[in-house]
C-alpha cells in the first residue's frame, strides 16, 4: 500500500517538495471541485466524504486505517485522517465511479503524493496547511476553473527543482547585497 510507503515524518523531504506538495493540494482542491458540482453538493466542499455522496451505502471499515497507523507507527491528525477515510470508501466503490463519470479524474492521487513527498495536512483557517507551505481554498469557482496540474513523477520533479533554483538564486542575491 502507497500510503503505508509514504514520508509521513520525513521534514526534509517535506521542505524540498514544498513547491509540488502545494500544486498536488491545488489540484486536490480542483478534482473536489469537480465531483462536488457533478454530484451537486457544492457547499459540502473541499472536503467532504466522496464515496458516502456518490453512494450512501458505503461503509469504510475502520480497520485499514488502524492498519495504516500500525504501518507509520503513529496515529495521523484528524486533516489527514478525514482525508484517508474518505480515499478508503472511495477505493471500496471499485469501477462503479468511472461507470457514471468515465472522464473524471481520480479525486485522491493528487493527495496520495502529496503524503508521499512529506506528511501529513492539517486544517487552518480555510486552507490546507502541511509542512513547508499552506494552500487557501478559494471558492469552489475558482478551484473549479484552474487549469488541471499535470502531477505524474517528472512534472513534479520540475516544479520542485525550479523553486531550488529560484530559492537559491534569492539567497545568493541577498548575500551579494552590501551590508546597509
Not at 473536489?32 to 469504510?60: G, H, I, N, Q, R
Not at 469552489?140 to 525550479?162: G, T
Given at each position: 500500500?502507497?500510503?503505508?510507503?509514504?514520508?509521513?515524518?520525513?521534514?526534509?523531504?517535506?521542505?524540498?517538495?514544498?513547491?509540488?506538495?502545494?500544486?498536488?493540494?491545488?489540484?486536490?482542491?480542483?478534482?473536489?471541485?469537480?465531483?462536488?458540482?457533478?454530484?451537486?453538493?457544492?457547499?459540502?466542499?473541499?472536503?467532504?466524504?466522496?464515496?458516502?455522496?456518490?453512494?450512501?451505502?458505503?461503509?469504510?471499515?475502520?480497520?485499514?486505517?488502524?492498519?495504516?497507523?500500525?504501518?507509520?507507527?503513529?496515529?495521523?491528525?484528524?486533516?489527514?485522517?478525514?482525508?484517508?477515510?474518505?480515499?478508503?470508501?472511495?477505493?471500496?466503490?471499485?469501477?462503479?465511479?468511472?461507470?457514471?463519470?468515465?472522464?473524471?479524474?481520480?479525486?485522491?492521487?493528487?493527495?496520495?503524493?502529496?503524503?508521499?513527498?512529506?506528511?501529513?495536512?492539517?486544517?487552518?483557517?480555510?486552507?490546507?496547511?502541511?509542512?513547508?507551505?499552506?494552500?487557501?481554498f478559494r471558492?469552489?469557482?475558482?478551484?473549479?476553473?484552474?487549469?488541471?496540474?499535470?502531477?505524474?513523477?517528472?512534472?513534479?520533479?520540475?516544479?520542485?527543482?525550479?523553486?531550488r533554483v529560484?530559492?537559491?538564486?534569492?539567497?545568493?542575491?541577498?548575500?551579494?547585497?552590501?551590508?546597509?
Amino acid at each position: 500500500m502507497r500510503l503505508v510507503a509514504a514520508n509521513w515524518d520525513d521534514d526534509a523531504a517535506a521542505l524540498r517538495h514544498a513547491a509540488s506538495r502545494g500544486l498536488l493540494a491545488a489540484e486536490y482542491l480542483r478534482r473536489m471541485a469537480v465531483w462536488a458540482d457533478a454530484l451537486a453538493v457544492p457547499e459540502k466542499w473541499p472536503f467532504f466524504d466522496l464515496a458516502v455522496t456518490f453512494d450512501p451505502s458505503v461503509e469504510t471499515d475502520p480497520v485499514w486505517m488502524q492498519r495504516l497507523e500500525a504501518g507509520i507507527g503513529h496515529r495521523l491528525g484528524t486533516m489527514s485522517t478525514k482525508v484517508v477515510t474518505d480515499m478508503f470508501g472511495w477505493a471500496s466503490l471499485g469501477d462503479r465511479t468511472k461507470e457514471r463519470f468515465p472522464t473524471f479524474e481520480d479525486p485522491y492521487e493528487p493527495m496520495v503524493q502529496l503524503f508521499e513527498r512529506g506528511g501529513e495536512i492539517w486544517p487552518g483557517h480555510r486552507e490546507i496547511e502541511f509542512y513547508g507551505g499552506s494552500l487557501p481554498f478559494r471558492g469552489i469557482a475558482e478551484r473549479m476553473a484552474q487549469v488541471p496540474f499535470e502531477i505524474d513523477a517528472v512534472s513534479l520533479v520540475k516544479v520542485d527543482e525550479e523553486e531550488r533554483v529560484r530559492a537559491e538564486q534569492s539567497r545568493a542575491r541577498r548575500a551579494a547585497k552590501p551590508a546597509e
